[in-house]
């Protein structure tokens, strides 16, 4: 296998299911650079849980992601506007559950701007303050498919 060109080897690897691939980058250095172009990971989920996770988005075969699910209260205001910012960053990301979170002390233009770049978000059960769903509605010009705000 290691005798393949680059481009045959990366067709191979789009192939595999999610679970092959993430053994696959695992094998040796040239399979790992190869495995690890976000094309790959187009079909990928983050679930955000720690901190750690959360500089899971950085990765590079993560800049494709296109669903991130926060765990209810598992982080802390700073590490919510982390993750925010990295949204912002990740050019394929369309789907945000932020559920059960407290945004309060989130600042509110970062959550209208993350927001405004999605699908389908999730804001149900957490904490705004009135400051910010006013800046969250005044800056979804985007027309949303889905915006979950319920208790």
Known sequence: ?????TEILERILHLL????LRMVVLVCRRWREIGEDPSLWTWGMVRVASRGDLDMLHI??????????????????LELEDLLRAAVRLPKLKYIY?????????????????????DTVNISDCQLTSQDVETLFAA??????????SD
Do not use: C, F, Y
Request: aromatic residues 2%.
């Open 1 to 5: 296998m290691n005798s393949l060109p």
């Open 17 to 20: 299911p999610p679970s092959d």
């Open 60 to 77: 590079r075969r993560l800049q494709h992601v296109q669903w991130i699910d926060v765990d209810e209260g598992q982080l802390e205001s």
């Open 98 to 118: 932020l559920s059960g979170n407290n945004l309060s002390s989130v600042e509110p233009g970062l959550l209208a701007m993350a927001v405004k770049q999605m």
């Open 140 to 149: 979804v010009t985007r027309e949303l498919k889905t915006l979950d705000i």
